[in-house]
């Protein structure tokens, strides 16, 4: 079956970093752009970020400048690098690629 699975998730004090990862089930993700959204509690979910096969990427204002999203197309794997967190980042984190969605990964970010 192929699938998404999100990692990485945690609490973490503000100011602080996080790297997500999503690992796909299926060479066919290193031929699509993989995307990452997140949920925040009341809100819907939006995209923050977006790479391209060819590792173009797209940030959201939220979190340009602050969080990097790549990939290794040899290990099926999307990252997202997250530096500098505040308590707004808080949300559930989502990869997504091909129609297909990870179970997503809770980033709490408190003091």
């Known amino acids: 079956q192929v699938q998404l699975v999100e990692s990485g998730g945690d609490t973490v004090q503000p100011g602080g970093s996080l790297r997500l990862s999503c690992a796909a089930s299926?060479?066919?993700?290193?031929?699509?752009?993989m995307h990452w959204y997140r949920q925040a509690p009341g809100k819907e979910r939006e995209l923050i970020a977006s790479?391209?096969?060819?590792?173009?990427?797209n940030y959201a204002d939220s979190v340009k400048g602050r969080f990097t999203i790549s990939r290794d197309n040899v290990k099926n794997t999307m990252y997202l690098q997250m530096n500098s967190l505040k308590p707004e980042d808080t949300a559930v984190y989502y990869c997504?690629?091909?129609?297909?969605w990870g179970q997503g990964t809770q980033v709490t970010v408190s003091s």
């Open positions: 299926s060479s066919i993700f290193s031929t699509v752009t």
């Open positions: 997504n690629a091909a129609n297909l």
């Open positions: 790479i391209t096969f060819r590792h173009n990427t």
